[in-house]
């Protein structure tokens, strides 16, 4: 008789049910590597839906959390190491290497990373670091492009968002279309998929700071990416990720470099504006 | 002899599925009513120890994914997105819980997280072996909603 008391006292209750839920706060560390202080929270840039954005760093556990901080253990450290192996080898029909044309990348790469994706002129789509690797094997070098997710690319493009390590990211929605895929990547976003029903916002935003299951839902950042997961033992490009999250709705999965994952790449990218290349990031 | 214990054994098979087809309510002919199923969308009653196995399942309710329940402590690994259900049969009737389970957006509005067990209002690209399907049969629907009905406060 009274149900509707009832159901009020019962959304009542899950509205307190956020602060309750005092373990499912992120933490209010300083994520310091190398003597360098990350930025883990920025003031979110006008139009996103939260207030501050955070780094995934500060929703994991305290073990994952000192993995990142310490680069001597941080296993992503090795495919920083390879990736400069592979920056100066000699690969394809013209006898180039990265380095012959780009020299010393912690000079030329320098802060590259943090703005991308950027506007392609040429293709007239956003570019992201693989398929800027890619361009530059197959046009420069007579290399043929990568597989998706081979382990060299994943290795390569860890290693050039390295040389933005600690930098904000930005990213320049004023040049050539930007802004349409940005906007196509919100839509994206706020899309539900899959049997089960679930937008990126639905974890990512509703659910933000709440568990599911055994994970802490963060904003779903791409700042860390690519990133070592202890899970897959392994780096984890982005769009793996992205792919993964979808699958996980029950889904078809887009492919990879698809319009429909460059598109949330610039979108997911873009929220989290202001927050340190954190490459490479360990994840659980 | 032989041959005449097959025809018996077959028939009989056919029957129970047959029967269990007949009675279930499709996704698309469930009637709601002010955030309630009154019917149950079976013949047979929900069996509330079946129900448990379905609501722990990962591949079928996976309920703890975001739902907390006390009783289930053993089970590892509770998760928030929803509230506790610890006491969900007392704050609802059992019409109620029918219409969570069944489809929780004609209870809780579109934009809650909570996906619909028994709908096909589901989302963009599903998994193609998913087309048409809903995620819990008519029966497993029911069964939860026994079980939900024994966490009482």
């Not at chain 1, 006008?46 to 901080?69: I, N, Q």
């Not at chain 1, 974890?203 to 202890?230: K, V, W």
Request: hydrophobic share 40%.
């Amino acid at each position: 008789m009274n149900k509707n008391l009832v159901l009020l006292a019962a959304v009542a209750a899950v509205a307190v049910g956020v602060a309750q839920f005092a373990y499912a706060d992120p933490v209010s560390d300083k994520l310091v590597i190398d003597g360098k202080e990350m930025i883990t929270r920025a003031p979110a840039p006008e139009g996103h839906p939260f207030k501050e954005v955070l780094s995934g760093w500060l929703f994991r556990e305290p073990e994952t959390r000192a993995l990142e901080a310490d680069s001597f253990a941080n296993p992503g450290m090795l495919y920083v190491e390879r990736g400069e192996e592979i920056w100066n080898t000699v690969d394809g029909a013209k006898g180039k290497s990265c380095a012959s044309c780009h020299n010393d990348a912690s000079e030329t790469m320098k802060d590259v990373g943090a703005h991308y994706p950027k506007w392609d002129a040429e293709t007239k789509r956003p570019i992201n670091i693989e398929l800027q690797i890619d361009k530059c094997r197959t046009e420069q070098m007579g290399a043929e492009a990568y597989k998706f997710d081979a382990a060299d690319q994943k290795a390569l493009t860890t290693y050039i968002k390295y040389q933005s390590f600690g930098t904000p990211v930005k990213l320049d929605l004023a040049k050539g279309d930007m802004q349409s895929w940005w906007d196509r990547g919100k839509k994206e976003y706020y899309t539900r998929t899959g049997q089960l029903n679930l937008a990126c916002a639905s974890c990512h935003e509703a659910s933000m700071g709440r568990h599911i299951r055994a994970d802490h839902l963060s904003q779903g950042q791409a700042n860390g990416f690519p990133t070592y997961r202890l899970k897959q033992a392994d780096m984890v490009s982005l769009h793996n990720r992205m792919r993964g999250c979808i699958r996980d709705t029950r889904a078809e999965m887009p492919k990879a470099f698809s319009d429909e994952l460059m598109a949330l790449e610039v979108y997911v990218t873009w929220r989290g504006t202001g927050l340190s290349v954190e490459t490479p990031a360990v994840r659980q | 002899m032989q041959s005449g214990i097959a025809v018996v054994v077959a028939v009989s098979v056919s029957m129970l599925a047959g029967a269990a087809w007949a009675e279930d309510i499709a996704p698309g002919d469930v009637e709601f009513a002010d955030g309630a199923v009154s019917a149950a969308l079976t013949g047979k009653p929900g069996d509330a120890a079946e129900g448990a196995k379905v609501f722990v399942d990962r591949k079928l309710g996976n309920c703890l994914a975001c739902h907390e329940v006390s009783a289930l402590k053993k089970q590892l690994f509770h998760g928030n997105v929803g509230p506790s259900l610890d006491g969900a049969g007392t704050r609802w009737e059992p019409a109620q819980l029918r219409a969570i389970v069944t489809d929780s957006k004609k209870v809780f509005g579109p934009e809650t997280v909570m996906p619909g067990f028994y709908s096909l209002n589901v989302g963009v690209n599903v998994r193609k072996d998913l087309v048409g399907k809903t995620i819990l049969t008519a029966q497993q629907v029911e069964d939860v909603v026994a079980y939900l009905e024994t966490l009482k406060e």
